[in-house]
Protein backbone atom coordinates (compact mmCIF):
# COMPACT_ATOMS: atom_id res chain seq x y z
CA UNK A 1 0.00 0.00 0.00
CA UNK A 2 1.41 3.23 1.02
CA UNK A 3 3.82 2.06 3.18
CA UNK A 4 7.17 0.52 2.69
CA UNK A 5 10.35 -0.92 5.75
CA UNK A 6 10.52 -3.20 8.19
CA UNK A 7 11.92 -0.84 10.86
CA UNK A 8 12.65 2.28 9.01
CA UNK A 9 9.19 2.36 7.74
CA UNK A 10 8.04 4.94 5.66
CA UNK A 11 4.72 6.13 4.99
CA UNK A 12 3.46 8.93 2.38
CA UNK A 13 0.30 10.44 1.60
CA UNK A 14 -1.56 13.43 0.19
CA UNK A 15 -2.42 14.23 -3.84
CA UNK A 16 -1.13 16.67 -5.97
CA UNK A 17 -3.57 19.39 -5.74
CA UNK A 18 -4.89 18.49 -2.27
CA UNK A 19 -3.98 20.77 0.80
CA UNK A 20 -0.59 18.69 1.06
CA UNK A 21 1.83 15.96 0.57
CA UNK A 22 3.79 14.42 3.08
CA UNK A 23 5.12 11.06 5.08
CA UNK A 24 5.48 9.79 8.40
CA UNK A 25 8.44 8.00 9.33
CA UNK A 26 8.60 5.23 11.97
CA UNK A 27 11.99 3.42 13.00
CA UNK A 28 14.44 6.65 13.07
CA UNK A 29 17.14 6.32 16.00
CA UNK A 30 16.48 9.10 18.59
CA UNK A 31 19.26 12.18 18.18
CA UNK A 32 20.07 12.31 14.44
CA UNK A 33 20.68 15.98 14.10
CA UNK A 34 17.99 17.10 11.49
CA UNK A 35 16.92 20.47 10.77
CA UNK A 36 15.04 22.14 7.54
CA UNK A 37 18.36 22.74 5.75
CA UNK A 38 19.72 19.20 5.51
CA UNK A 39 16.92 19.03 3.14
CA UNK A 40 16.56 21.86 0.32
CA UNK A 41 19.49 20.96 -1.80
CA UNK A 42 17.75 17.04 -2.24
CA UNK A 43 14.55 18.93 -2.26
CA UNK A 44 15.84 21.55 -5.24
CA UNK A 45 17.31 18.54 -7.20
CA UNK A 46 14.34 17.20 -7.22
CA UNK A 47 12.42 20.37 -8.73
CA UNK A 48 14.58 20.60 -11.72
CA UNK A 49 15.18 24.71 -11.15
CA UNK A 50 14.67 26.03 -14.59
CA UNK A 51 16.45 23.32 -16.45
CA UNK A 52 15.59 22.65 -19.64
CA UNK A 53 12.43 19.56 -19.92
CA UNK A 54 10.99 20.96 -16.37
CA UNK A 55 7.62 21.80 -15.45
CA UNK A 56 7.06 25.20 -15.11
CA UNK A 57 4.91 24.37 -11.72
CA UNK A 58 7.11 25.36 -8.98
CA UNK A 59 6.53 24.88 -5.05
CA UNK A 60 8.59 25.93 -2.27
CA UNK A 61 8.40 22.71 -0.98
CA UNK A 62 9.49 23.82 2.66
CA UNK A 63 9.38 21.10 5.22
CA UNK A 64 6.68 21.43 7.82
CA UNK A 65 7.93 19.12 10.79
CA UNK A 66 4.81 17.93 12.75
CA UNK A 67 6.24 15.45 15.11
CA UNK A 68 9.91 13.30 16.10
CA UNK A 69 11.88 16.36 16.25
CA UNK A 70 12.66 18.41 19.41
CA UNK A 71 15.89 20.90 19.40
CA UNK A 72 16.87 19.84 15.98
CA UNK A 73 17.34 16.06 16.90
CA UNK A 74 15.68 12.94 16.52
CA UNK A 75 13.31 11.92 19.04
CA UNK A 76 12.55 8.15 18.14
CA UNK A 77 9.24 9.03 17.90
CA UNK A 78 7.48 8.82 14.45
CA UNK A 79 8.53 11.76 11.92
CA UNK A 80 5.86 13.26 10.45
CA UNK A 81 7.17 15.99 7.69
CA UNK A 82 4.51 18.24 5.62
CA UNK A 83 4.61 19.66 1.82
CA UNK A 84 2.17 21.89 0.99
CA UNK A 85 0.40 22.54 -2.40
CA UNK A 86 -0.25 26.14 -3.44
CA UNK A 87 1.11 26.27 -6.95
CA UNK A 88 -1.74 24.38 -8.74
CA UNK A 89 -4.40 24.98 -11.57
CA UNK A 90 -7.08 21.96 -11.22
CA UNK A 91 -9.07 23.89 -13.73
CA UNK A 92 -6.68 22.38 -16.00
CA UNK A 93 -7.80 18.86 -15.65
CA UNK A 94 -11.37 19.17 -15.15
CA UNK A 95 -11.88 19.18 -18.81
CA UNK A 96 -10.15 16.04 -18.98
CA UNK A 97 -12.19 14.09 -16.56
CA UNK A 98 -14.31 12.43 -19.63
CA UNK A 99 -11.45 11.72 -21.47
CA UNK A 100 -8.73 9.65 -19.26
CA UNK A 101 -5.20 10.24 -20.82
CA UNK A 102 -3.33 7.48 -22.14
CA UNK A 103 -0.31 6.47 -19.84
CA UNK A 104 -1.75 7.80 -17.12
CA UNK A 105 -3.76 6.14 -14.03
CA UNK A 106 -7.03 7.83 -15.07
CA UNK A 107 -8.79 5.31 -16.38
CA UNK A 108 -7.19 2.76 -13.88
CA UNK A 109 -7.80 4.90 -10.71
CA UNK A 110 -11.51 5.50 -11.73
CA UNK A 111 -12.24 2.00 -12.33
CA UNK A 112 -10.62 0.93 -8.79
CA UNK A 113 -12.40 3.18 -6.94
CA UNK A 114 -15.26 4.36 -8.08
CA UNK A 115 -15.01 8.09 -9.30
CA UNK A 116 -14.01 8.90 -6.14
CA UNK A 117 -10.73 9.56 -6.40
CA UNK A 118 -8.89 12.96 -6.36
CA UNK A 119 -8.15 13.57 -10.60
CA UNK A 120 -6.94 16.64 -10.07
CA UNK A 121 -3.03 16.46 -11.23
CA UNK A 122 -2.95 12.86 -11.09
CA UNK A 123 -3.83 12.79 -7.46
CA UNK A 124 -2.33 10.06 -5.43
CA UNK A 125 -0.78 8.89 -8.53
CA UNK A 126 1.05 11.75 -9.31
CA UNK A 127 4.67 12.35 -9.41
CA UNK A 128 4.07 15.23 -6.91
CA UNK A 129 4.34 12.76 -3.83
CA UNK A 130 8.32 11.66 -4.84
CA UNK A 131 9.21 15.29 -2.67
CA UNK A 132 8.10 12.73 -0.03
CA UNK A 133 10.11 10.28 -0.97
CA UNK A 134 13.06 12.48 -1.09
CA UNK A 135 12.35 13.92 2.34
CA UNK A 136 12.61 10.10 3.32
CA UNK A 137 15.73 9.61 1.69
CA UNK A 138 17.51 13.05 3.63
CA UNK A 139 17.13 11.13 6.56
CA UNK A 140 17.92 7.86 5.31
CA UNK A 141 21.25 8.86 4.32
CA UNK A 142 22.13 10.73 7.59
CA UNK A 143 21.70 6.83 9.13
CA UNK A 144 23.58 5.52 6.42
CA UNK A 145 26.62 7.97 7.83
CA UNK A 146 26.08 6.94 11.34
CA UNK A 147 27.15 2.92 9.95
CA UNK A 148 29.70 0.90 11.51
CA UNK A 149 32.70 0.43 9.36
CA UNK A 150 35.35 2.26 8.27
CA UNK A 151 34.06 3.01 4.61
CA UNK A 152 31.55 5.72 4.14
CA UNK A 153 28.29 5.22 2.15
CA UNK A 154 27.59 6.92 -0.22
CA UNK A 155 24.59 6.79 -2.54
CA UNK A 156 24.76 8.57 -5.78
CA UNK A 157 22.72 8.43 -9.57
CA UNK A 158 23.25 10.20 -12.59
CA UNK A 159 21.42 10.46 -16.04
CA UNK A 160 23.55 7.94 -18.32
CA UNK A 161 21.06 9.36 -21.31
CA UNK A 162 17.62 10.96 -22.84
CA UNK A 163 16.02 10.00 -25.42
CA UNK A 164 18.20 7.60 -25.88
CA UNK A 165 21.18 10.12 -26.74
CA UNK A 166 24.39 10.22 -24.46
CA UNK A 167 24.64 14.09 -24.98
CA UNK A 168 22.02 15.13 -23.11
CA UNK A 169 21.04 18.39 -24.64
CA UNK A 170 21.08 16.58 -27.72
CA UNK A 171 18.30 14.23 -26.43
CA UNK A 172 16.34 17.01 -25.16
CA UNK A 173 16.50 18.69 -28.85
CA UNK A 174 15.11 16.02 -30.13
CA UNK A 175 11.97 15.82 -28.13
CA UNK A 176 11.57 19.91 -28.55
CA UNK A 177 12.14 19.41 -32.60
CA UNK A 178 9.09 16.35 -32.25
CA UNK A 179 7.44 18.76 -30.09
CA UNK A 180 7.14 15.31 -28.03
CA UNK A 181 8.06 14.02 -24.59
CA UNK A 182 10.74 11.57 -24.03
CA UNK A 183 12.55 9.27 -21.61
CA UNK A 184 15.92 7.98 -20.16
CA UNK A 185 18.05 5.28 -18.34
CA UNK A 186 19.52 6.62 -15.05
CA UNK A 187 22.32 4.81 -12.98
CA UNK A 188 22.58 4.51 -9.09
CA UNK A 189 25.94 4.10 -7.74
CA UNK A 190 26.71 3.02 -3.42
CA UNK A 191 29.92 2.50 -2.34
CA UNK A 192 31.29 1.67 1.62
CA UNK A 193 28.15 -1.15 1.55
CA UNK A 194 29.32 -3.82 4.12
CA UNK A 195 29.26 -7.31 3.07
CA UNK A 196 26.38 -9.50 3.56
CA UNK A 197 23.40 -6.91 3.48
CA UNK A 198 19.74 -8.36 2.71
CA UNK A 199 17.58 -11.68 3.44
CA UNK A 200 16.92 -14.64 2.05
CA UNK A 201 15.04 -14.74 -1.02
CA UNK A 202 12.11 -12.23 -1.58
CA UNK A 203 14.04 -9.55 0.55
CA UNK A 204 17.07 -9.87 -1.19
CA UNK A 205 18.67 -6.84 -2.48
CA UNK A 206 17.78 -6.71 -5.65
CA UNK A 207 14.09 -7.59 -4.62
CA UNK A 208 13.88 -4.87 -2.09
CA UNK A 209 15.69 -2.45 -4.26
CA UNK A 210 13.41 -3.10 -7.11
CA UNK A 211 10.58 -2.75 -5.09
CA UNK A 212 11.27 0.36 -4.27
CA UNK A 213 12.57 2.19 -7.12
CA UNK A 214 8.80 0.66 -8.87
CA UNK A 215 7.30 3.17 -6.64
CA UNK A 216 8.93 6.04 -8.55
CA UNK A 217 6.06 6.82 -11.30
CA UNK A 218 7.56 6.66 -15.20
CA UNK A 219 9.77 3.65 -14.04
CA UNK A 220 9.61 0.98 -16.79
CA UNK A 221 12.67 -1.28 -16.27
CA UNK A 222 15.71 -1.89 -13.81
CA UNK A 223 19.04 -4.54 -14.26
CA UNK A 224 21.75 -5.07 -11.92
CA UNK A 225 25.41 -5.03 -12.75
CA UNK A 226 25.87 -5.94 -16.09
CA UNK A 227 21.81 -6.50 -16.24
CA UNK A 228 20.39 -8.04 -19.57
CA UNK A 229 23.71 -7.87 -21.35
CA UNK A 230 24.85 -10.99 -18.68
CA UNK A 231 22.32 -12.85 -21.35
CA UNK A 232 24.56 -12.54 -24.26
CA UNK A 233 28.00 -13.82 -21.73
CA UNK A 234 29.31 -17.15 -20.95
CA UNK A 235 29.85 -18.03 -17.27
CA UNK A 236 33.52 -17.91 -16.84
CA UNK A 237 33.48 -14.27 -18.86
CA UNK A 238 30.45 -13.16 -16.38
CA UNK A 239 31.48 -14.65 -12.65
CA UNK A 240 33.64 -11.98 -10.77
CA UNK A 241 36.70 -13.65 -9.50
CA UNK A 242 37.91 -12.75 -5.55
CA UNK A 243 40.57 -10.76 -4.95
CA UNK A 244 41.25 -10.90 -1.35
CA UNK A 245 39.21 -11.46 1.99
CA UNK A 246 37.26 -8.00 1.89
CA UNK A 247 35.63 -9.88 -1.15
CA UNK A 248 36.72 -7.24 -3.84
CA UNK A 249 35.91 -8.87 -7.30
CA UNK A 250 38.44 -8.43 -10.46
CA UNK A 251 35.07 -7.09 -12.33
CA UNK A 252 31.76 -6.35 -11.03
CA UNK A 253 28.87 -7.57 -13.44
CA UNK A 254 26.62 -8.96 -10.31
CA UNK A 255 26.43 -5.16 -9.54
CA UNK A 256 28.20 -5.78 -6.14
CA UNK A 257 24.83 -8.36 -5.11
CA UNK A 258 25.65 -12.28 -5.11
CA UNK A 259 23.13 -14.58 -3.91
CA UNK A 260 20.83 -11.42 -2.82
CA UNK A 261 23.64 -10.02 -0.41
CA UNK A 262 25.68 -7.47 -0.87
CA UNK A 263 29.39 -8.21 -1.74
CA UNK A 264 31.28 -5.67 -0.52
CA UNK A 265 31.41 -4.28 -3.95
CA UNK A 266 30.14 -1.16 -5.57
CA UNK A 267 26.29 -1.71 -5.75
CA UNK A 268 25.52 -0.36 -9.75
CA UNK A 269 22.02 -1.02 -10.91
CA UNK A 270 20.12 1.34 -13.91
CA UNK A 271 16.74 2.22 -14.19
CA UNK A 272 14.80 2.89 -17.80
CA UNK A 273 12.29 5.87 -16.84
CA UNK A 274 9.13 6.09 -19.94
CA UNK A 275 8.39 9.39 -22.02
CA UNK A 276 6.08 11.67 -19.42
CA UNK A 277 3.05 10.39 -20.68
CA UNK A 278 1.40 13.99 -20.70
CA UNK A 279 2.64 15.03 -24.19
CA UNK A 280 1.33 18.31 -26.25
CA UNK A 281 0.58 15.88 -28.97
CA UNK A 282 -2.66 14.96 -30.32
CA UNK A 283 -3.13 11.76 -29.35
CA UNK A 284 -6.55 9.39 -29.49
CA UNK A 285 -8.82 7.89 -26.38
CA UNK A 286 -11.74 6.82 -25.04
CA UNK A 287 -14.94 9.23 -24.03
CA UNK A 288 -16.35 7.59 -21.03
CA UNK A 289 -19.47 10.05 -21.30
CA UNK A 290 -19.95 9.77 -25.14
CA UNK A 291 -19.26 6.07 -25.26
CA UNK A 292 -16.55 7.28 -28.46
CA UNK A 293 -13.20 6.96 -29.34
CA UNK A 294 -12.09 10.83 -29.96
CA UNK A 295 -8.56 13.01 -30.69
CA UNK A 296 -7.69 14.82 -27.79
CA UNK A 297 -4.37 16.55 -26.35
CA UNK A 298 -2.73 17.33 -23.16
CA UNK A 299 -2.79 20.85 -21.64
CA UNK A 300 -0.92 21.77 -18.52
CA UNK A 301 2.17 22.16 -16.90
CA UNK A 302 4.43 19.08 -17.50
CA UNK A 303 7.85 17.91 -17.77
CA UNK A 304 9.38 17.49 -21.29
CA UNK A 305 11.56 14.46 -19.52
CA UNK A 306 10.86 13.18 -16.30
CA UNK A 307 13.90 11.65 -16.36
CA UNK A 308 16.02 14.56 -15.67
CA UNK A 309 14.25 14.99 -11.79
CA UNK A 310 14.51 11.27 -11.46
CA UNK A 311 18.31 11.19 -9.89
CA UNK A 312 17.56 12.22 -6.56
CA UNK A 313 14.55 10.38 -6.21
CA UNK A 314 16.04 7.51 -7.45
CA UNK A 315 18.73 7.58 -4.58
CA UNK A 316 16.17 8.51 -2.25
CA UNK A 317 14.53 5.01 -2.38
CA UNK A 318 18.00 2.99 -2.48
CA UNK A 319 18.92 4.92 0.93
CA UNK A 320 15.57 3.96 2.34
CA UNK A 321 15.94 0.09 1.57
CA UNK A 322 19.76 0.21 2.99
CA UNK A 323 19.04 2.03 6.11
CA UNK A 324 16.43 -0.45 6.47
CA UNK A 325 18.52 -3.20 5.48
CA UNK A 326 21.49 -1.54 8.20
CA UNK A 327 18.92 -1.31 10.80
CA UNK A 328 18.09 -5.16 10.77
CA UNK A 329 21.46 -6.04 11.14
CA UNK A 330 21.81 -3.75 13.92
CA UNK A 331 25.01 -1.87 11.72
CA UNK A 332 24.22 1.71 13.25
CA UNK A 333 25.91 3.25 15.57
CA UNK A 334 24.04 4.71 18.42
CA UNK A 335 23.53 8.58 17.57
CA UNK A 336 24.37 9.94 20.75
Known amino acids: ?104 ADFTAHSKFGGYEDFRGGGHFSGRLTVALVAAGVIAKKILKTAEGDATIEVVANILEIGGEQVLEKGLDKAIEAKDSVGGIVECRVTGLPVGLGEHFFDSVESLISHAVFAIPAVRGIEFGTGFAAAKMFGVEHNDALLDASGKTATNHAGGIVGGYTN ?47 PVVLEAVTAMVLADLMLIDQRIKRVL
Open 1 to 104: MNSFGRIFRVNIFGESHGESVGLNLDGCPAGLPLQLDDFMEDIKRRQGGNQRGATPRKEADLPIFKSGLFNDLTTGAPITILFENNNTRSGDYEKLRAVPRPGH
Open 264 to 310: GNELVFRIAIKPTSSTPKEQQTWNWETNEVESFSVKGRHDLCIALRV
